[in-house]
């Protein structure tokens, strides 16, 4: 197979851009396809576990339909399109050795992987793909036998194990059956009432006949189950109603984790798609409100051996019934209603030994714990208590696993904690429970990898700067990390299989990202840019990279804060407040909100200041930024907009009625909290897919940080717009896509019924037919953002009345 070589044709290159005309920004210039007025920039950049060639996914150009894949070779030339019948014969990304190291074979010189719900074995030292299954039913979680003679793999509600050939050969494994988990009760016949056993007693006494049927009978039954014995067919074991869930088996196979989860349907809400292909209008059906009841999953265990199975009780581990600070307040010390969860276990390579990640579903508690399958005990290994929520970069707060895994030598275990404040790296020695924290600092390490040879991480962190991501390297054992990257911005690493080489995306706050090369010692030349993919067109902009300040806080923090200063300044600010509220935007690198970003271009060359803060809750700033919303969003985060507001004034002398704010759902959420409870501050706002009332939001993200409504009800009054609707003074529009599952179209009607119930004029509802939370259609995006200029101009510009007035 050969590659298709479309290299350079493809490329968007830099020559020529000083010869185009500045453009003039305007919104119907900025939202089309970016593909092909920004220029699509590559994504994701991964090695096989050949490491001759990196690829990625790209789009030059606008060129393809769709982003194609392209690979490169790191040592030097252009990028070339990979055909589409190669692509579907490479082999999988490599993600490290020591990562998925059950995914290899001992040797390491195979592995299996799956592909579209089938089974495939790759042959490293031969590039040699072969196919294992070929089914209707998916095939997932294979990994090898510690003597990597067969695949263990999950189908359906069971475990197999599929021989392999000794030689070098296709495989033509027998598949055998590991686990026969049922749902359901096992079947029994019905127990006789008195009389018909009197009379069934009697037949087998008085009867020869009967007698050696009965006999026969129970004779044939003893003899399948010795067939089935010897045969290796595994002992049936029936679960109830419960869903099963994370099927494991040990490296040994003797033992068998699960989990349970209750069965029948969890509570929903209902919306409609008016905009059809039919014609029709069409239900959807989504997401519950948070406050609908939840039930933990349990986690179980069956050993094999000895044909039994028991729940591992997690109510046992220290703290689990000690009840949240908002509880202990109104005299209530523990909660007994408190349920936890486990996710797991994972196991040493070589079976020895099983950590599980036990967490409360409010999510104050996290568990790492040793188990031990053979009685189900678990002995705790770290402990982390949090009053708000427990969260941070490589640590879930959605239900999921956080990252973790197996050091080389198979017992020690590898976590990230936030215990002193920021998202640090930490090792247990899980046979003596030991625990080591290898990095600190009022910084976070935000990804983590381990080469392939054991002896280093190759870490992301925000060590030079919180506004930037670099990559260093560090020994195993922790010590001195080695700064790898140097220029400002963020760089996303993948390092190559044989721990020379790293594939990286890197981006500044005014350059998307594109494909670099270096080696992954720093004593290197610096890194090799593959791709170039920029629009001569839009080259010819003079991007700002925005400045970063920190806004003065009423509390004496320093609120970090990108700052797009006009050459000609109007008189007037506009306020961008990101969504997510976890989430970081001020930054020196490329921004996800990238529209917003030539917006805010477009705003200041109009003489607007634009200020885009890391409000309180966002993330990069450690434990104690992100929970300063707890139990109260719309408190210390609005705070530090109407701080913001306040030095807008002292710096540039705006007045607070020349401040507009605007921002889509949590900023949308921020800026109907502005409007409602501070409008002294602010002039106007433009509130975009915005929650309104908490109560009507998801569970997974509200209850961490606002507790349940029946629990903790005076959160929820404190933090829902729709209870201050009556503050509301100045210019509001809003604007929602109607098939919105996330935050869903009926929030903003309710906000809206609430507007007119309280006599409120001076506000609109624009309405996007087609769309989901984050829009798609450029002209949905033109219609928003046009919407949104008309009324910042309308309202603080130098043409709007009160300006006038004062003038």
């Given at each position: 197979m050969r590659r298709l070589l479309l290299a350079a044709v493809f490329l968007v290159c830099a020559s020529g851009a000083s010869a185009q005309e500045r453009p003039t920004l305007t919104i119907d210039l900025i939202t089309q396809d970016p593909a092909t007025w920004i220029g699509d920039w590559p994504e994701a950049p991964y090695w096989t576990d050949r490491g001759d060639r990196l690829y990625f996914t790209w789009n030059p150009a606008g060129r393809f339909p769709g982003d194609s894949l392209f690979s490169a070779d790191p040592s030097g030339g252009d990028p070339v399109l990979v055909s589409a019948p190669e692509a579907r014969e490479l082999p999988p990304a490599y993600g490290g050795l020591w990562r998925d190291r059950l995914a290899y074979s001992p040797s390491a010189t195979e592995r299996v992987f799956e592909r579209g719900g089938d089974l495939w074995r790759y042959i490293i030292e031969t590039d040699e793909m072969q196919r294992l299954t070929r089914t209707t039913a998916r095939e997932s979680g294979a990994r090898y036998s510690p003597d990597g003679r067969s695949i263990v793999y999950r189908e359906g509600d069971a475990l197999y194990a599929m021989d392999l050939d000794s030689g070098s050969g296709a495989s033509s494994g027998v598949v055998r059956q590991l686990t026969d988990l049922r749902r359901g009760n096992e079947p029994k016949d019905k127990a006789p009432s008195d009389q018909d056993a009197y009379l069934r007693s009697q037949q087998t006494r008085l009867l020869d006949v009967i007698r050696r049927g009965v006999e026969q009978d129970s004779l044939r039954q003893a003899a399948r189950e010795r067939e089935d014995r010897a045969r290796g067919l595994p002992p049936t074991h029936y679960v109830g109603d419960g869903r099963i869930g994370d099927l494991r088996i040990d490296p040994t196979e003797r033992y068998v984790t699960f989990t349970l989860s209750p069965s029948g349907s969890n509570p929903t809400t209902r919306m409609v798609d008016y905009v059809t292909a039919s014609g029709y209008a069409e239900e959807i059906t989504a997401r519950a409100k948070v406050g609908a009841e939840r039930t933990a999953s349990t986690l179980w265990v069956q050993d094999v051996e000895r044909d039994s199975v028991y729940k591992v009780d997690l109510s046992t581990l220290p703290g689990a019934f000690v009840a949240a600070d908002f509880f202990r307040e109104k005299g209530q010390e523990t909660d007994s209603s408190r349920v936890a969860f486990a996710i797991g276990p994972d196991w040493s390579p070589d079976g020895r030994y099983a950590v599980v990640e036990v967490r409360t579903i409010d999510n104050k508690d996290r568990w790492i714990a040793r188990l031990d399958p053979a009685s189900g005990?678990?002995?705790?290994?770290?402990?982390?208590?949090?009053?708000?929520?427990?969260?941070?970069?490589?640590?879930?707060?959605?239900?999921?696993?956080?990252?973790?895994?197996?050091?080389?030598?198979?017992?020690?275990?590898?976590?990230?904690?936030?215990?002193?404040?920021?998202?640090?790296?930490?090792?247990?020695?899980?046979?003596?429970?030991?625990?080591?924290?290898?990095?600190?600092?009022?910084?976070?390490?935000?990804?983590?990898?381990?080469?392939?040879?054991?002896?280093?991480?190759?870490?992301?962190?925000?060590?030079?700067?919180?506004?930037?991501?670099?990559?260093?390297?560090?020994?195993?054992?922790?010590?001195?990390?080695?700064?790898?990257?140097?220029?400002?911005?963020?760089?996303?690493?993948?390092?190559?299989?044989?721990?020379?080489?790293?594939?990286?995306?890197?981006?500044?706050?005014?350059?998307?990202?594109?494909?670099?090369?270096?080696?992954?010692?720093?004593?290197?030349?610096?890194?090799?840019?593959?791709?170039?993919?920029?629009?001569?067109?839009?080259?010819?902009?003079?991007?700002?990279?925005?400045?970063?300040?920190?806004?003065?806080?009423?509390?004496?923090?320093g609120v970090p804060a990108r700052i797009y200063r006009p050459e000609n300044p109007n008189g007037a600010a506009v306020f961008f407040v990101h969504g997510a509220g976890y989430l970081q935007n001020a930054h020196n690198w490329w921004s996800g909100y990238y529209r917003e970003y030539q917006f805010h271009n477009m705003l200041a060359d109009e003489g607007y200041v634009v200020l885009d803060l890391d409000y309180r809750a966002s993330a990069g700033y450690g434990r104690d930024w992100r929970t300063a919303v707890y139990r109260h969003m719309g408190g210390r985060d609005l705070q530090d907009y109407v701080d913001a507001s306040r030095w807008v004034g002292s710096e540039f002398g705006i007045e607070p009625e020349r401040v507009a704010?605007?921002?889509?759902?949590?900023?949308?959420?921020?800026?109907?909290?502005?409007?409602?409870?501070?409008?002294?501050?602010?002039?106007?706002?433009?509130?975009?897919?915005?929650?309104?009332?908490?109560?009507?939001?998801?569970?997974?993200?509200?209850?961490?940080?606002?507790n349940s409504p029946l629990e903790d009800p005076e959160a929820y009054l404190r933090s829902s717009p729709i209870e201050f609707a009556d503050g509301l003074e100045d210019p509001l529009l809003m604007t929602h896509g109607l098939v919105d599952d996330n935050v869903q179209p009926q929030d903003i009607f309710r906000l809206s019924q609430r507007l007119i119930e309280l006599g409120k004029r001076d506000w609109e509802l624009a309405i996007a037919p087609v769309e989901p939370h984050g829009y798609r259609e450029a002209s949905s995006w033109a219609d928003k953002l046009h919407r949104i200029h008309d009324l910042i101009e309308m309202t603080v510009g130098p043409d709007a009345p009160e300006a006038d007035t004062e003038g």
């Open positions: 005990a678990l002995t705790v290994l770290d402990h982390q208590r949090d009053e708000a929520w427990i969260a941070g970069p490589g640590i879930s707060w959605w239900g999921g696993g956080s990252e973790g895994g197996w050091l080389p030598d198979g017992r020690t275990y590898w976590y990230k904690s936030e215990a002193s404040g920021w998202s640090h790296l930490h090792t247990v020695d899980v046979a003596s429970g030991e625990t080591r924290q290898l990095t600190s600092g009022e910084w976070e390490v935000e990804s983590v990898q381990l080469t392939r040879d054991g002896t280093a991480w190759i870490l992301q962190t925000g060590e030079a700067s919180n506004a930037e991501r670099q990559i260093y390297r560090m020994p195993l054992a922790g010590g001195t990390r080695q700064r790898i990257t140097r220029q400002p911005g963020r760089y996303d690493a993948a390092l190559s299989p044989d721990d020379q080489t790293l594939a990286m995306l890197f981006s500044t706050a005014n350059q998307p990202p594109e494909v670099m090369v270096r080696s992954a010692f720093p004593a290197s030349p610096e890194a090799r840019t593959v791709t170039d993919s920029p629009s001569n067109a839009w080259r010819a902009y003079p991007w700002r990279a925005a400045e970063i300040v920190e806004i003065p806080a009423s509390d004496g923090a704010i605007y921002g889509g759902s949590y900023g949308g959420f921020l800026t109907l909290m502005a409007l409602f409870t501070e409008p002294e501050h602010f002039g106007s706002g433009a509130a975009m897919r915005s929650v309104t009332d908490w109560a009507h939001y998801n569970d997974t993200y509200t209850r961490n940080i606002l």
